[in-house]
């Protein structure tokens, strides 16, 4: 796609300059052609690109065609280059076909029609003047139409039709739709002219009931079953005309394709798509009567007839195809879903993620700057903590309950990350570029270390400058393990909310839970009952009791007058079973805190074991969410 020489440059977006518009779009057809796909649609590829950038995209588009792959494309107003790169076009006019075939052929078309191509003029080009100047005629769309579906060519006064009149104000329409008077306008041709008149075989004439409002009349195809007074080439045994409706078309559209690709199918479809003016069906020497019979309404019905002149020079056309097995079609494939191991793709996913940090250090420096100044202010304001009476054991539980509580909320910024992310996920894996699973876990893998680093930097400054009881290395593990539990809980929300406005609100609403039933506020035995079940799925209760067991577990004394621990977190001290077996001469140990907490466990372990099983749900969780809800569907 050449875009090697910006292998090194930011795409860019609104902040940030980028690679050109040309190279944007290759990339963007790259992506999606790394796979190989049997069938690739484009929008409008081309849409905002100069002559050369244009040509350039189409030109390896064709390549991509050549290499075995369907290529469907919307475009615009194609130049000349671009329209010698395109096996077939089709052209479309208020949902009508009005040219499908070889862009070379499209000349001789309209020379067949009776209206030849000036010198020096691009031959598409001409043609869209020609469907606009028809689509503001009295006739409408239906010469060109029926010119293509049919080879009937219009006559004289028909290939230069005659403006459509001022607009009046529109009269009340009747309860079926329609207005109750309908304007007669004669055209004096032996091939259009509209009245009321009832056709007859070999007339030259041809009725059409004007309307005020032609747009309402312009669906997909408002071909209805037609009947012919004389034998028509479609079916030569009979009088009666089945034409070609759209379902005909979706019926066989994946024959055509096939026909155009590879071969020709083994049984004709019941639409043929392209008649050049050499091949169009006809009946030498007759003329054809079409006529459209509608619905009889009372007072209302009304009958289009068209009537056509066929070309003298044309021979009838009899499609030929040869056969092929069809069935070779839905052979399933067999192959590998996958193109990489999965060992390999989570290789290729984690260097990548590792190299959006690293270009993007915002996104790890800003939690780790929050931590750090934070952790600063937290030293700065709860001074000696290492001592042992009643006031530090207060001011313990509101330093460790905001510490876990500041480790969630700086996980936050995950959710805008993902979401933003989540589109080229979906994208990528529509493709089966990689599995969910490959994902997942190169996402964590990358995130280790940051999260590792951010947890030491706060347990390092605030265990210097605060002199705390517990070791440095439990408290790191807790913190760690406290970051990576809550960045799996943020990356499930984000995985399910469409917005990050949305994912902020679930989060800290979730977090406020948290927060209000982990046993500082409500102490397990203060929480009803019908809403404990709160208190043992919260995220900050696990982190915050293996603080607490790591800082208080023991006989450790504390001294002071018993007024100072009221009011405050502790709330009612009760003594310990430790407290009361020993004799000790203290007022409290450490011990009778976790009792007057309801903290039961003793080991600081368990804690943290549930707390990553929490972390390692939600990861399953949102691989889940990943794997079978995150498709790209348009809602």
Same mark, same amino acid.
């Given at each position: ?466 002199? !705390?009881? =517990?070791? #440095?290395?439990?408290?790191? %593990?807790?913190? @760690? /393990?406290?970051? +990576?539990? *809550?960045? &799996?809980?943020?990356? !499930?929300? =984000?995985? #399910?909310?469409?917005?990050? %406005?949305?994912? @902020? /609100?679930?989060? +800290?609403? *979730?977090? &406020?839970?948290?927060? !209000? ?119």
């Amino acid at each position: 796609m050449l875009v090697q020489t910006a292998a090194h440059t930011y795409i860019g977006d609104e902040g940030r300059r980028g690679v050109s518009g040309g190279e944007r779009r290759r990339v963007s057809i790259g992506i999606d052609i790394i796979h190989k796909p049997s069938l690739l649609f484009l929008d409008e590829p081309t849409s905002g690109l100069d002559s050369t950038s244009a040509f350039s995209v189409v030109e390896k588009v064709k390549d991509i065609a050549r290499s075995g792959s369907i290529v469907l494309m919307t475009i615009h107003q194609p130049s000349y280059r671009i329209q010698m790169l395109l096996d077939r076009i089709t052209v479309l006019a208020r949902g009508r076909l009005i040219y499908s075939g070889s862009p070379i052929a499209l000349s001789a078309h309209l020379s067949g029609f009776g209206r030849p191509v000036p010198d020096s003029e691009n031959s598409l080009e001409y043609l869209l003047d020609v469907i606009k100047e028809y689509d503001e005629s009295t006739v409408g769309l239906d010469p060109l139409v029926v010119y293509q579906r049919d080879g009937i060519k219009p006559d004289q006064v028909a290939r230069t039709p005659v403006a459509k009149p001022p607009r009046t104000p529109k009269t009340p329409r009747t309860l079926y739709g329609k207005t109750p008077r309908s304007w007669n306008i004669n055209l004096h041709s032996n091939q259009f002219s509209m009245g009321n008149r009832t056709p007859q075989a070999n007339s030259g004439t041809s009725n059409y009931n004007d309307s005020d409002d032609d747009d309402d009349n312009d669906e997909f195809d408002n071909s209805l079953e037609r009947r012919t007074v004389h034998q028509t080439p479609m079916n030569m045994q009979s009088g009666v005309y089945i034409p070609r409706l759209a379902s005909h078309f979706y019926k066989d559209f994946s024959i055509w394709v096939y026909h155009g690709v590879k071969g020709t199918p083994r049984r004709p479809p019941s639409w043929t798509p392209a008649r050049t003016p050499g091949q169009t069906p006809a009946s030498s020497g007759r003329s054809q009567v079409l006529s459209r019979h509608m619905t009889p309404q009372p007072n209302h019905a009304r009958t289009k007839t068209i009537v056509f002149s066929p070309s003298p020079k044309r021979e009838p056309y009899d499609v030929s195809y040869e056969d092929f097995d069809m069935e070779l079609l839905d052979e399933p494939d067999h192959g590998a879903k996958f193109a990489n191991p999965w060992l390999r793709e989570v290789m290729v996913l984690s260097w990548r993620t590792a190299l959006n940090v690293i270009r993007t250090p915002e996104l790890f420096l800003s939690r780790e700057i929050v931590l750090t100044v934070m952790a600063l202010i937290l030293s700065t304001l709860f001074k000696h903590l290492n001592r042992s009476d009643f006031k530090t054991i207060n001011r313990l539980l509101n330093f460790y309950i905001f510490s876990v509580c500041l480790v969630f909320f700086s996980s936050n910024d995950a959710v805008p990350t993902f979401i933003q992310e989540r589109f080229i996920f979906i994208r990528e894996t529509s493709h089966n570029a990689y599995r969910a699973s490959s994902y997942v876990v190169s996402s964590l893998i990358v995130y280790l270390p940051f999260f590792a680093v951010q947890g030491f930097t706060f347990a390092a400054i605030t265990q210097f400058m605060l002199r !705390l009881r =517990s070791s #440095l290395i439990s408290f790191w %593990i807790i913190l @760690y /393990a406290s970051l +990576i539990t *809550t960045n &799996a809980y943020v990356m !499930l929300v =984000s995985a #399910l909310v469409p917005s990050y %406005i949305t994912g @902020y /609100a679930i989060v +800290i609403a *979730t977090t &406020a839970l948290f927060f !209000l039933t982990c046993g500082f506020f409500l102490k397990a035995s203060q929480i009803p009952p019908y809403w404990k079940w709160l208190h043992y799925i919260s995220a900050i209760k696990y982190p915050f009791e293996a603080l607490l067991i790591h800082e208080f577990k023991g006989k450790h004394c504390y001294i002071g007058n018993p007024g100072d621990l009221s009011p405050g977190p502790l709330g009612e001290v009760k003594l310990s079973k430790l407290h009361v077996d020993l004799p000790l001469n203290c007022e409290l140990i450490g011990q009778d805190v976790l009792e007057s907490m309801a903290i039961t466990m003793d080991n600081i372990w368990y804690d943290v074991g549930i707390l990553l099983a929490w972390g390692i749900l939600y990861r399953l969780l949102f691989y889940v969410v990943l794997r079978f809800y995150s498709k790209n569907v348009r809602k």
